[in-house]
């Protein structure tokens, strides 16, 4: 069974720092590319960064030079660090694990950005 446990969202204010984890479980981690994606109230999800197997990265354009998004295969666990965080960066984010055609789901870390 596979598994994927979002953890590290809080309340933070604007200006300050988190880091999430992606625990996995079930799957071979070093096969899979894994992506961080969020969803606002009243939005739809959106990408917010992704790594591949080898390394590569790509991020939204709005999180670009903010967020820095990891892998530990040793660990089985991705990770998303995230610094001078805007209240615009309010949403659950979801973890998501994806290689040949399958795709799995955390569910998701509430990270509010507030004064």
């Known amino acids: 069974q596979v598994q994927l446990a979002e953890s590290g969202g809080g309340l933070v204010q604007p200006g300050g720092s988190l880091r999430l984890s992606c625990a996995a479980s079930g799957i071979i981690f070093n096969l899979y590319g894994m992506g961080w994606y969020r969803q606002a109230p009243g939005k739809r999800r959106e990408l917010v960064a992704v790594i591949i197997h080898d390394g590569t990265t790509t991020y939204a354009d709005s999180v670009k030079g903010r967020f820095t998004i990891s892998r530990d295969n040793a660990k089985n666990t991705a990770y998303l660090q995230m610094n001078s965080l805007k209240p615009e960066d309010t949403a659950v984010y979801y973890c998501?694990?994806?290689?040949?055609?399958?795709?799995?789901w955390g569910q998701g870390t509430q990270v509010t950005v507030s004064s």
């Open positions: 998501q694990a994806g290689a040949s055609g399958a795709s799995y």
